[in-house]
């Protein structure tokens, strides 16, 4: 099956260092406001540097990033003395994947305040982006020294962990990052993806504990659904794809693995189609929908649109074995 639980693991540098949101208009409709309010402050106190400050962090956060250099290069000509514009700054460089830079941003914060546990736990951030898991502890490990409340510390020492292969110490660090901040989604989903892979019943705990917390989430409905399935729970994953669609109606994989439900697991051919037929209308392209939408006519005997659709898979993916051996069975049927 394409979709397969085990991917889910490798989401640590998108959890790390980009936002992914469910509602990308609604958060993009939000960033514009921010931006448009944060500039209304800004040209009637035009000379406040935290204001630019702000804004360098909402126009980073819409992914206008040559605005935001420019506003954070704004606050330190004004201000070079506050530590957390060099953090913002970092942040910046990271975006532009400019390493160096981000570091030295850092490193200029802590030369103003040695005790900045932001720019301690990004400094851990980046060690672990690159894979100097030992130097990523450290700087998480001064952090949690300064404040052992700092929920994010944990939980990046967690991830650095996780990333080395100790994951008895990952969920450790997880668990703790969730017992200082209860509602840290993303220690959820770790701990849910982590437990998982062992097919443990407390990863449906995380995972709806992660799904309380934003209701909305496809990852969080999705992960859940990826485990019922993987542990023979049908209809609860049947539910978890149903959410899905109420959620976002054109997620193909929601469909997709409906379908593949009714189709190998349930025997339900003519719902196997109807929902590989609504993976296809998210996703004209979809050749995997498109054979297994083949393989659902096939099991009924509808053989002409069994052709039709394994025909579609090979013209959309050159060589597809799973297609071609497809309609040598239909040869074979004549």
Do not use: W
């Amino acid at each position: 099956m394409k979709n397969n639980l085990r991917l889910l693991i490798f989401i640590t540098f998108t959890i790390l260092f980009v936002n992914c949101h469910n509602n990308k208009n609604d958060n993009k409709n939000v960033q514009v406001d921010q931006i448009a309010a944060m500039t209304d402050k800004i040209n009637a106190d035009p000379h406040n540097p935290n204001l630019y400050n702000l804004r360098a962090k909402a126009y980073l956060s819409s992914n206008q990033v040559n605005n935001a250099l420019e506003d954070i290069n704004k606050a330190i000509q004004m201000n070079a003395k506050k530590p957390e514009f060099y953090v913002t700054l970092s942040d910046i460089y990271l975006a532009m994947v400019k390493v160096d830079n981000c570091n030295d941003a850092l490193y200029k914060a802590l030369s103003l305040d040695a005790q900045n546990t932001d720019a301690l736990v990004k400094l851990a951030e980046l060690n672990l982006y690159l894979k100097k898991y030992e130097d990523s502890q450290k700087f998480a490990d001064k952090a949690i020294e300064i404040d052992n409340l700092k929920a994010k510390a944990y939980f990046v020492k967690a991830l650095s962990y996780k990333e080395s292969g100790d994951t008895a110490d990952a969920v450790k660090y997880y668990m703790k990052t969730v017992e200082v901040n209860p509602e840290y989604y993303d220690a959820y989903m770790q701990l849910g993806l982590l437990f998982s892979l062992k097919k443990s019943k407390n990863a449906i705990d995380y995972f709806n504990s992660a799904i309380n917390l934003k209701p909305k989430s496809i990852e969080a409905h999705y992960a859940l659904g990826m485990l019922y399935q993987e542990t023979d729970k049908y209809d609860a994953a049947l539910k978890s794809y149903s959410n899905i669609i109420q959620i976002n109606p054109k997620y193909k994989e929601a469909y997709f693995n409906t379908g593949y439900i009714y189709l190998i697991h349930l025997n339900k051919y003519d719902l196997a189609i109807k929902n590989f037929s609504d993976a296809i209308t998210s996703d004209s392209s979809y050749y995997e929908a498109y054979y297994n939408r083949g393989l659902s006519y096939e099991m009924i005997k509808d053989y002409t649109n069994a052709r039709k659709d394994y025909k579609t898979a090979t013209n959309l993916k050159t060589n597809f074995q799973l297609a071609i051996d497809g309609l040598n069975r239909l040869d074979k049927l004549r």
